[in-house]
């Protein structure tokens, strides 16, 4: 392995934890929301809120998924070269190797993954 390619698999690896943290942080603040949702239309018990959390996130996950699998569906589409070349200049500012329909699945996961958290959380109730 070259030092080059040792290089752009650090910045792939950079890439991809900092979508991962994106969706962390983003399916944690859609869980609150949620939970609180939950709580005050299900009669205020605990376990109403989690449930609307455990649903929630599933469907926002899952949705995610189908949208890289449109995506990748789409992929011999030509879009316009002007478009494109001004979306890649701005998407690079955030993320230097990987792609849209990486950082969309790596939030999917992110939001499949507290989805399990709180059905663990909702066994244990």
Same mark, same amino acid.
């Given at each position: 392995?070259?030092?080059?390619?040792?290089?752009?698999?650090?910045?792939?690896?950079?890439?991809?934890?900092?979508?991962?943290?994106?969706?962390?942080?983003?399916?944690?603040?859609?869980?609150?929301?949620?939970?609180?949702?939950?709580?005050?239309?299900?009669?205020?018990?605990?376990?109403?809120?989690?449930?609307?959390? &455990?649903?929630?996130? @599933?469907? %926002?996950?899952?949705?995610? /998924?189908? #949208?890289?699998?449109?995506?990748? =569906?789409?992929?011999?589409?030509?879009?316009?070269?002007?478009?494109?070349?001004?979306?890649?200049?701005?998407?690079?500012?955030?993320?230097?190797?990987?792609?849209? &329909?990486?950082?969309? @699945?790596? %939030?999917?996961?992110?939001? /499949?993954? #507290?989805?399990?958290?709180?059905? =663990?959380?909702?066994?244990?109730?």
């Amino acid at each position: 392995m070259t030092l080059s390619r040792k290089k752009m698999v650090k910045k792939v690896a950079l890439d991809v934890l900092k979508a991962f943290i994106i969706g962390v942080a983003a399916a944690a603040a859609t869980a609150v929301i949620l939970f609180a949702g939950g709580f005050f239309f299900g009669s205020f018990q605990i376990v109403n809120g989690f449930e609307v959390v &455990k649903d929630g996130l @599933l469907l %926002i996950g899952a949705i995610g /998924l189908f #949208l890289v699998a449109g995506m990748l =569906l789409a992929k011999g589409k030509k879009e316009n070269a002007d478009e494109k070349k001004e979306a890649k200049n701005g998407w690079r500012q955030h993320f230097s190797v990987i792609g849209l &329909k990486t950082v969309v @699945l790596m %939030i999917s996961v992110a939001f /499949l993954l #507290l989805a399990s958290v709180a059905d =663990l959380i909702l066994l244990n109730l």
